[in-house]
C-alpha cells in the first residue's frame, strides 16, 4: 500500500482527464454530462467522508468522557456546572 496510494493519486486524475478528452473528440455536448456525473460521484464521496469523520470524532468524544468518568473527573453537566462523579 505504501507505493500503490501515491501512484493511484496520481494516476487517477489523469486518466479522468485523459476520459474527458476522449469524450470531447468523440461526442462534444455529452462532454458536459460525463463531467456532471463524475461531479455527483465526486460530491457523494465527498458527503460519505465527511459523515465518516463526524462519526468518528464524535465516538472519539464518548470514549474520552466514559474514560474520564470511570477515572472520576470533574466533568460539565448540561448547565455548564462542573460536578464530581
Avoid: N
Avoid at 507505493?3 to 496520481?10: G, Q
Avoid at 459523515?51 to 477515572?71: C, G, M, N, S
Wanted: glycine fraction near 10%; charge should be positive; charged fraction near 20%.
Amino acid at each position: 500500500m505504501r507505493i500503490a496510494k501515491p501512484i493511484l493519486m496520481v494516476t487517477t486524475p489523469i486518466g479522468l482527464l485523459e476520459g474527458f478528452y476522449e469524450c470531447y473528440k468523440l461526442a462534444g455536448g455529452l462532454l458536459f454530462l460525463m463531467v456532471a456525473m463524475v461531479g455527483v460521484v465526486g460530491a457523494a464521496m465527498a458527503t460519505v467522508v465527511a459523515t465518516i469523520r463526524r462519526e468518528a470524532k464524535a465516538d472519539a468524544l464518548r470514549q474520552e468522557a466514559k474514560a474520564a468518568t470511570v477515572r472520576g473527573e470533574a466533568k460539565a453537566d448540561t448547565m455548564g456546572h462542573e460536578s464530581k462523579v
